[in-house]
Every structure is written in C-alpha cells, then in structure tokens.
C-alpha cells in the first residue's frame, strides 16, 4: 500500500528491519524488505497521525522518534509502507521494552546464591510437575491407544494387587535427592525434624523479601526516608520546644498555675490520669513537689502535661533523674573525691533533651541505668505517652503544630506568633509545611 | 572359584559350618587365577597343550553319553562322563588340569544338591534358583545343564547371561577350562561389540543385553533349548525385559527351560512372577545355602556429621583394636575411596610407628580401576613387619562391585556408612545423574554378609539402628524404574510387543518414563504417530546404541560425515578418553588443551581420536599415557567402531565423508550432531551467566570439563547431570537455524513456552524466512 508523502516521519518500523541490526544479513534483509512487493493482505492505509496506536488493540505500535531513528540509515523506500503482521514480530516499542528488560536483567547480575537457589526452584518446579497432563503429547496418545488411562500404573496386576493398597507399581517417577554434604544416613533427617516446617514455609517469602531489599530503588527509598525521619524528629523537637515556652508565657485557659495543672485541650488525657494514678495525685508525692514550670517537674505533673509535648520534659525528667541518682550514688561511695574537683561542668541537654555523649559518659549514664531498681519505678513509668509516642513522627509533628495554630495562632512554619485570626488568615500561606515553600 | 577348597566335602548336611581355615588358623588364600571373575586376566592361561584326538577318531564307540536320556539323567551317569578320560563333548583325551580343577568342583556348595537340581529342573520348565556368590553356582549350574542337555544332540545351544561384560568373559574363561576346552568353541562369549562364539559353541556366556538383541531377531529364541538368568537379583533393565519377555517365549516355547538365578534377595518374588496356574503362582524353588558365619551387626549411637571420616575412623579403631582379620570399607566413588586410601595409608604408617600395630595395607577397588590394578584386593594381608610383633592387615576400600559381583577372602570387618552411587533418570526434566544416595536394607544386610565368609565377623553400621528401619527402603529400585526406556522402548517394539502398557514387567516402570520415551521416538521420526516403527526406527534398532545416537550415524550419510560421526559415536560409547588423576590435574588439562577444538567437545574427542590413529600401534600407548589419555578406552573406541561400520555398511549407507579441506568439514559434523541430539539443546540466558534447556526450561551450567567458553548461544549436549549443580557434559556450539531446519516438528515455535527461547527461536524463524525469500529472488 502506499502512503502519502507525509508519510516518512510516521511510519512503523517494519517487521524484517526488527532483529536484523548487527549481522551479517543485515544488508541483504534490508535489500530485501526495501523490494518486497505488498502483499494485498496487509493492513489498509492509515492516517498518519494514527500511526501512533496499536494497528490492534494487542500489538502496541513504534512511537514516532523510534520509526525515524530506526530509519536514519535506511533506504528512502517510503513510498512504500508495510505493516507488521501484528500477530507474528515485535514493534520497535515491544523491542525497546524487551532490551530494557534484558539490559536490567544484565545490569543487576544474580549472585551466585541467587543463581542456585533460581536454578534449585526451577528444578524443583520441573520435578514436582507431572508430564502426563501434557494432553499434546504423542506418547501419551499411543499410549491411550494402547489402553492407558490417566493416573494408572504400567504392566500388569498380579492377583494378590487385586485389593486396593497392596499394589506396589510404580506411578511416580522417582525423584533425584542431591546430597550436598557429606553427613550420615539420619542425620539430615534429624535436622529437619528439630527445624520442622518453620524454616521449610518461611524461605520462600524471606527470600524474596531479601532480594527486594537488596534492590537499588528500595535501598534509595530507605535511606530518603531515614532522613525525612531525622528532620521530622528535630522538627518536633523544636515545636515543643517552643510549645513549652508559650505555655510559659502564655497559658491557655484551663491551666492554673501551680500544681493542679489540667490539660485544657485533651479530656482524655484528664480521665485517663484519675482512673490510672489515683494514689499519685501531687500532694502524695511532697518530696517532688516543686513549681510547674520552673522547669524541675515531677513525673507526676509531667504525666498532667499536654501529650503532645509532653515527652519533652518527660525525658528531661528522666535524665535529670538518671544524673541525680547517679550523683548521690557517687557521693555516698566517694565524697572525698567529688570534693576535689573545682569547678565542676554542668551537663547539658542536647536537641533531644537528653545529656550529650560526653556528658553521658562523664555521668557514666552507661545509657541504660538501672532505674528498675530505684522506688521510684511506677512513678516513671508512662504509658499514656508510650501509646503516643509510638504514633509516627509526622503525625505527632502536625498534631503539635495545628495545637500551636490553634492555642496560639503561632505559625511553626512561618515561626511567627500572629497578633490575631485575621491576620493569620492573611499573612501565612498555610497550614502545611509545603505552603511555606 | 574364589576359594581354594583343599578338603572333599560332599557331606550337605551341613555346610555353613564348613569353615575353610585349616585347623592352625593360616588362612587359606585364594589365588586369583582361581577367581572366575578374572579368568579374563589369565588368558593365556596354563593350558597344557594336550594331544587332541578328533571326534570319531580311534577312540570312537566309546561315547561317554552312550545311553543317557535327554532330560532324564542323573547325577550318577553325569559325573561318570565327567570323569572320563574323554572329553565327552570333544572327543579329545581329558588334561590333567581338567582333573585338578574336577577336584575342587566336586567340592562346592552347589555339587553336594546337583540331584535336587537335575529333579527339579526335569520337572519343571522354569526354576528358580538361589544360592550366594562362591556357591559355584555361575560356573556349575551350565554345566550341569550341559550334561542333561546334551545340546550335541539337538543343535541347540544353553545361554547363561549376566549382567556384565566381564562377568561374562571371565567366567566364560574360567568354565572352558573347568570342561578343557578352548574357549570360544565349545564354551565361548558373547557381548556388545565382542562375539567369541562360533558354530561349535553348546554353551554361551552372554550379557543380559545381547540376549535381549538376539530376540529381537529370532522372537523365540530358537537357537537355545535352555536358558539360564544369572544374577537375576541384580534387576538390570536387560534382565528385566528379557524375563518379561522369556514369560512370554515360556508359553509359546513348551520346551525351552529356563533358569532363574539369583544370590538369596527377594527369591519369593521372582517365584511369584514366573509362578503359573499349576503351580499355585509359586514357581519351585532350590536354595543353596552359602558358606556363611554369623556376623555380629553394631550401629551408631548417634547420627554422623559426616561418612567419610567416620569411616576412616572405624577401620583405624578396629585395626587398631580389633583382632587380625581383614577389613572391608564401602564407599561411593573414585574420587572418594581415593582420598580415603590415601589417608588410611598415612594413618595406618603412624599408627604402626607410634602404637606398635601390625602393618596396614590399603587397596582401592572400584569399576573404572585398570585389571592389574584390581587384581592387587586378592593379595594377602601383610606379614608382621617384626618377629613376634602384631600380624598385619588388610583393607579393601571398594564401591558397591564387592557387595554381590566380587568375592575377597579373608574379610572379617564390614564398615558400612550405608551409601552408594545409583544412578536416576527422572523423565519431568529429562536428567540422568549419578547421585549418592542411601543402599537398600537388603543391600545393608549384603554388606554385613560379605564379613562371613571366613569366620564369624563383625560388620559396623555408621548409621542409627532407627535410621535402618526408617530411612532405608527394602529393595534397592531395579534399574527399569531408574533409567531412561527410549532404547527399551525401540526393543520392544521391535521385539513385537505392540502393548507396552500392558507388558508384565516384574516391577513396571512410571507412565511418564514410557510416555517420555514414545514421545522421544516419535520426535526422532523411529515411531509414527500411531506407535509403529517406522523404517527409520527399524534401522536404528539394529545399532546396540541409544537411539540418539543410532539416528545420529544413520543421518551422517546425508551430512557427508559418516566416518567422522562414527568415531565420535563410538568415543561416546566408551568410558572417558581424557584421564584426570587428582594429583596431576594441571598437567592433564594441559594435555588437553591440546586438542581443544573451538567448536566444542565432541570435536576435541574427535581430533583425539585422528591423533591416536596416526600413531604407530608400538608407541601409542606410551602416547597415550604421555597425554593423559585412556589406552583402553581408545582401542576399544576403535573396536567399537569397527562393529558399528559393519552394520552401517550392511544398511548400504552411503559412507563418503567430505574431505578435511572443505569449508562445511566441521559444520556438517555439528549438523549431524543435532539430527540425533536435537532434543539436547541448551541456550544462554539473557544474563550470560548459565544455559537453560530449551524445552523443560531449566537452569544449567557447562561442565567445567568443557573446551567450550560462555560465548555460544546455543550448545547441544550429550548429558544433563545433576552434582550438587545442573551440568551439560559434552557440550558442542551449534546454529539455531540447524534445529529448525533438520528437527521442524520438535522445533515448532508454537509448541514452545513463552521466554527467551522463544522468542530467540521466533528471531530466527523470521531471518530465515526473509533469507530463504532473498535466494527465491535471486535464484
């Protein structure tokens, strides 16, 4: 069929062109599709611009650049325009995805592990795989032919096989048993019965579990999202941060300055503390007694404290603790010693409210102090903020950050306490961090 | 005989206790030449040249048959003529070797029962009969039949057949000596490629598979009136097919006899097989009761970690504690039992410097050992190396060839880590492999056996007494359930059996492995699609070849390569050319780089073989052991091909091969190649890391013993085995366009799972189509 002259800079590639790049019959293919008369049975002239869909709905056509970068080096034959015979070879497309395929396979080499576990699968598979449903097969058909039926045994039954069970021909072929080691008659045996099925069921998901970790695009995915982790962790810190200085300055209604903070905003938080620490309200508790905000609070007031920062003087608390006990241990075993230093450093929080490494290590904080052992042990112990803090990070970071928004129409975004609603509604661009950008 | 008897025994009574240690304990050791299994070896034999009398001769009338019945004598007159002067069957005047020999016979197990035997077997058509290795009964049973027989009188003949080659010459040898006759006369021969029989023969050594060709042109047997199947326990696929089939000929044939011989395992079955209405389906049965002494059994407490080393430790442990006697250890292979002696050996050294034990001598025994080499398990234990100092002993580390076929004197420790090579063919993904697998009870309590044949002896079990009764199946799978049937298959048909799947095999084989092997016929055009045998198939059965190979000769006539193909076809049919000692693996390798032909290993073989021809017959042995090449294997290559151009030549095949300066030389070789092995194609994956088989799709490796590197597409090979990985072994690059071109139908693309090959096959497919369209234009 012809096309018309606009033809050339839309056109398939042809099917003869397809496989033919680096051989040796490359020319003479060319030469001979270049020649080849039309067959009538072809399919009929197609506007140009359709060229770009499939001629059926199952073989995707070649894209434009493709047909024209195919042709570069061919010969001008335009005029003439054949189409593939779409159930028979592959489009420059079907190609391109096929080299794609088979360069990525390439590009990431199975290691030699992988190759004999694919290479034990692929056997497995064959052995476990019974031919005789092979209906195609020619033996089988003589074999029909000569009176065989499906799932029976060869050869003939002897009287006493008459009763079912005790026929003992062969109908599964048997199987080979490749023996990697050297060990025993048994002891193979014994192993798998001491791992039983556990380890049998669970290879093939942790398998493929591993090779999926060990793909680039995952390995990249984890690490972005390790970072975004870190960021959203300091973010959250810094929210509460400011959170704890605003309630400092400003109290939101419902707080009483004091020891008999209530938490304004979360009646949960309320119910939970009267029902769960009836015997630790603050007054039992004298020796911990101290000014709320004064920055020295007891892990009962703590425990009062709005949940969304709360883990922040939670941890301060908790180092301070750490310091206090271990300080006291000290004294009681070494005055003398302490008393010769002069002037001594004190430790500092990091961003995390907790004591720097050095610190930690001028503490001798090991990291985890016993804290088991002290009385106090029920009074630490929090679980209402465990419940929170296991809650992702982002989603704890916006809850923070609405609660700013909302308390005190501070932007943490914008970091920016905003006079009135009017004009936080005019001045910042959001709520979200990606309204800031 | 492998026993040397030095006392009359006729009493039967009984015989088990009938120790052959003389009363001071010094062992009486048998000589090898007395061994029937390597009478072979002593060809030459010692022979007095006697004077011959010719039949008919002056001392005729004196018929030493005169009056005797066919099949109805007895022992009386039988031995009468044995003793005679005159050879009965030769007229000649009896040596006094013949009496010598004459005088020990008398004296084995089987002598003292040759009245049961000749009753039974006049009496029935089929007996089976079971008596253990050294009861005599390989050698005498024949003869026995002979004098019943009278074979001189009816023109037929009595066919033993065993299921070795040499078995069958060895014991050929060594029972025309027993009858003072020259072998390949009266007694002689017969096995693939090598017939040493003639038109005098009345008694025939056979293998069990040339038995199985002979029926195949003569369906009744004819030619024999009796038939012994010796080794019967042994369930190879020749032996299984031909009771099947001499079930069949037993019917048709009221008078041929026939002799089931077997060494005491399973002995029920068989009677239950070749049973008929009249006797209740229990065909009679006469057991030998062997020389044995009681063997006391010890198992492990625990599971071993590992064989080997237990092994090792066992035989150190009982040469070292243990009182004298000789010790027998099985293992699985060359390679293993080789590393084991070594080892012994070292050990066996310090031990005797450090603990003052008796010296140890070690000696390896497995099937691919050369003869000479063999021959050494029979010598004696060594000797205190001091006066008075501990006696020394002697260890045989051996495959399972010690367990039924071969008889060492002077074993009284049996080390068993209960394993063997077998080989197994699985039909889902075509492999046939080699693979170490645990023995069978009946094989374990064979083991334990061999440890009584002097005195009683002890036999240690490396495995748990519960792994026994667990792990270990009852018989070990006759070869017919593991093995690849294709030329069984083709046999079979042309034996006239047209219901395969009705056919009374002792123990059927699985429906896949029969439909596997009609689909391969069928795909190499020797069966049509209804199951008869095509033309084609009838010429192929005439080679004693797998059919891949018989239609891979019967097609190098079309590809103008016949001679090149026949000599790779009978290197094929050889074991290994190119040697690998385990210490001079380096060297080896070198030697054969030499003849590393890029195209792949089957031309190698065959540049092995032009070179090999060249040499003059004086020095290429010496060249051949230069080159790391087996001597052996390449003259019986060059036998075997000689055989093969007989038939080829008979068949009319046109036998001019194009000349070594033709461009298409090595081609037409490749292309002949896959008119056989077509079904044997494995092509690279899109990693380039390994092959994939193109129709059962899976992943394998080329043998590393290949001249071939990862560069080819597609490769044709000889084998599919399974190690501890999938290896292709005899490995040859071919052209996709070949396949298509001379295998169409197994080629149909169509026909094909979606992937790679596919896809590559549809590639070529197209090129060419578009080739062939280019040519039409031009031409």
């Known amino acids: 069929m012809t096309m018309p002259s606009t033809a050339p800079t839309a056109r398939p590639v042809k099917p003869s062109l397809a496989f033919a790049e680096d051989d040796d019959e490359d020319a003479f293919s060319k030469l001979a599709s270049s020649s080849r008369p039309k067959p009538a049975s072809r399919l009929p002239p197609v506007e140009p611009n359709s060229l770009v869909r499939p001629p059926t709905a199952s073989k995707p056509a070649a894209s434009t650049q493709d047909t024209i970068a195919e042709d570069d080096d061919g010969e001008d034959d335009y005029m003439s325009m054949t189409v593939a015979d779409p159930t028979a070879t592959e489009t420059a497309l079907q190609r391109l995805k096929r080299r794609k395929l088979e360069a990525s396979i390439r590009g990431h080499p199975l290691s030699k592990a992988e190759l004999a576990e694919q290479e034990r699968q692929k056997r497995d598979a064959g052995l476990s795989t019974s031919i005789l449903n092979n209906s195609a097969s020619k033996g089988l058909k003589m074999m029909k032919a000569m009176g065989y039926s499906t799932g029976a045994a060869l050869g003939k039954s002897m009287p006493e096989d008459a009763n079912p069970g005790t026929d003992s021909r062969t109908i599964e072929p048997i199987k080979p048993v490749v023996r990697e080691s050297r060990t025993g008659i048994g002891h193979t045996s014994e192993l798998k019965r001491k791992f039983s099925d556990s380890t049998t069921a669970r290879d093939d998901t942790a398998a493929a579990a591993k090779r999926q970790e060990l793909s680039p695009e995952s390995y990249r995915n984890r690490l972005t999202q390790e970072a975004q982790q870190r960021r959203h962790e300091a973010q959250l810190f810094a929210a509460q941060s400011i959170c704890e200085k605003l309630v400092a300055e400003d109290p939101p209604t419902g707080y009483e300055a004091g020891s008999k903070p209530v938490s304004s905003t979360d009646d949960q938080t309320e119910k939970n503390d009267s029902a769960q620490n009836p015997n630790t309200a603050p007054d039992a508790n004298p020796h911990y007694k101290s000014d709320f905000f004064s920055g020295n609070p007891t892990f009962t007031q703590i425990k009062q404290i709005n949940l969304i920062y709360r883990g922040l003087l939670y941890r301060r608390a908790l180092s301070d603790l750490k310091a206090r006990l271990r300080k006291e241990q000290n004294e009681s075993l070494s005055v003398s010693k302490s008393a010769h230093i002069p002037k001594p450093v004190l430790p500092k929080y990091n961003a995390k409210g907790e004591f720097s490494e050095d610190d930690k290590l001028a503490l001798s904080l ?7 052992e002290s009385e106090l042990d029920e009074e630490w112990e929090d679980s209402e903020l465990e419940e929170f803090e296991k809650r992702e990070v982002k989603d704890r970071l916006d809850e923070i950050v609405r609660y700013l928004r909302s308390q005190w129409r501070y932007c943490f975004w914008c970091k920016f306490r905003y006079g009135s609603d009017e004009e936080l509604e005019r001045d910042c661009p959001g709520p979200a961090e990606e309204d800031h950008d | 005989m492998t026993e040397n008897r030095d006392r009359e025994s006729t009493e039967s009574d009984r015989p088990a206790k009938k120790a052959k240690v003389s009363a001071n304990g010094s062992a009486s050791t048998a000589a090898p030449e007395d061994n029937p299994y390597l009478a072979h070896m002593y060809a030459a034999g010692s022979l007095p040249s006697t004077a011959k009398i010719p039949r008919g001769g002056g001392q005729a009338g004196q018929d030493p048959f005169a009056g005797l019945t066919r099949r109805q004598t007895t022992t009386g007159q039988a031995q009468q003529a044995e003793d005679g002067p ?50 005599g009964k390989t050698t005498q049973i024949p003869q026995f039949v002979l004098y019943d027989e009278l074979p001189h009188l009816t023109g037929q003949k009595i066919a033993c057949t065993q299921p070795r080659r040499v078995a069958a010459m060895s014991v050929a040898k060594r029972v025309a000596d027993e009858m003072d006759v020259v072998l390949g006369e009266e007694v002689g021969y017969n096995i693939r490629f090598e017939n040493n029989t003639c038109s005098k023969t009345i008694l025939q050594y056979m293998t069990d598979g040339m038995l199985l060709r002979e029926a195949m042109n003569d369906p009744d047997l004819n030619r024999y009136s009796c038939i012994i199947l010796d080794e019967a326990h042994e369930r190879t696929l020749a032996t299984d097919i031909l009771m099947g089939l001499l079930k069949e000929v037993a019917v048709r044939r009221r008078d041929l006899k026939i002799v089931v011989m077997s060494a005491t395992l399973d002995a029920q079955k068989f009677q239950r097989y070749f049973g008929a209405e009249e006797n209740k389906y229990n065909a009679p049965l006469l057991a030998v009761p062997g020389r044995t002494h009681p063997v006391e059994i010890f198992y492990t407490p625990e599971p071993e970690r590992d064989y080997v080393e237990a092994a090792l430790r066992t035989v150190l442990q009982i040469h070292g504690s243990e009182p004298e006697g000789d010790i027998l250890l099985f293992l699985t292979g060359e390679e293993e039992i080789e590393e084991a002696c070594k080892r012994l050996r070292m050990e066996g050294d310090e031990m005797q410097r450090e603990y003052d034990t008796g010296p140890l001598k070690v000696y390896a025994l497995y099937g691919t050992l050369p003869p000479q080499q063999q021959q050494r398990i029979f010598d004696p234990a060594p000797p205190a190396s001091r006066p008075g100092g501990k006696p020394g002993r002697k260890v045989v580390v051996s495959t399972n060839i010690a367990e039924t076929s071969l008889t060492i004197d002077g074993i009284v420790y049996v080390v068993d880590p209960g394993f063997s090579k077998q080989k197994v063919y699985n039909p889902r993904i075509r492999v046939e492999s080699l693979l170490v697998s645990p023995i069978s009870k009946a094989s374990a309590q064979q083991r334990a056996g061999r440890a009584g044949r002097t005195r009683p002896g002890k036999c240690f079990r490396l495995y748990t007494e519960a792994a026994f009764k667990k792990e270990l199946i009852d018989q070990t799978y006759p070869e017919i359930l593991r093995s690849n049937l294709a030329s069984t298959v083709l046999e079979l048909k042309k034996l006239g059996i047209d219901d395969l799947v009705h056919f009374d095999f002792m123990d059927p084989p699985a429906p896949e492995t029969m439909m596997r092997a009609l689909e391969e016929l069928n795909y190499l055009a020797c069966l049509d699609d209804d199951g008869n045998l095509t033309q084609l198939g009838r010429m192929a059965s005439e080679y004693p070849l797998d059919p891949a190979l018989a239609v891979m000769l019967i097609s190098s006539s079309e590809f103008r390569c016949p001679s090149e193909i026949l000599s790779i076809t009978a290197l094929l049919s050889v074991p290994q050319v190119f040697i690998r000692p385990t210490t001079k693996r380096k060297e080896a390798d070198q030697a054969k780089a030499q003849f590393a032909h890029t195209d792949g290993d089957h031309i190698t073989m065959l540049n092995v073989y032009h070179v ?168």
């Open chain 1, 366 to 372: 090991g990291g985890d102090i016993n804290l088991e």
């Open chain 2, 86 to 135: 005159i050879n009965p069957f030769t007229g000649n005047q009896l040596s006094q070797q013949y009496f010598d020999i004459l005088v020990k016979r008398r004296n084995l197990p089987v002598h003292a029962q040759r009245n049961e035997f000749l009753k039974l077997y006049q009496d029935n058509q089929i007996l089976v009969f079971v008596g253990e290795t050294g009861s």
């Open chain 2, 612 to 779: 090999f021809k060249s040499k003059d017959q004086s020095i290429a042995q010496r060249w051949c052991s230069d080159n790391y090449l087996s001597y052996r294997s390449l003259t019986s290559a060059d036998n075997v091909r000689n055989q093969l151009k007989v038939i080829m030549e008979k068949q009319e095949l046109d036998m001019t091969s194009t000349s070594y300066e033709d461009r298409n030389y090595y081609n037409n070789i490749r292309q002949a190649l896959c008119a056989g092995f077509f079904m044997q194609i494995a092509k690279k994956t899109a990693s380039g890391k390994g092959y994939v088989t193109v129709k059962d799709n899976q992943d394998v490796l080329l043998h590393p013993s290949t001249v071939l590197g990862q560069e080819n597409e597609w490769v044709l090979y000889n084998e599919f085995v399974l190690t501890t990985k999938n290896y292709i072994r005899t490995v040859t690059s071919v052209k996709p366009e070949w396949l298509l071109d001379i295998a169409p139908v197994y080629y149909d693309v169509d026909s094909f799972q979606k992937g790679e090959v596919k896809t590559a096959l549809q590639r070529t497919v197209e090129k060419m189509q578009r080739k062939q369209k280019l040519e039409r234009r031009r031409g």
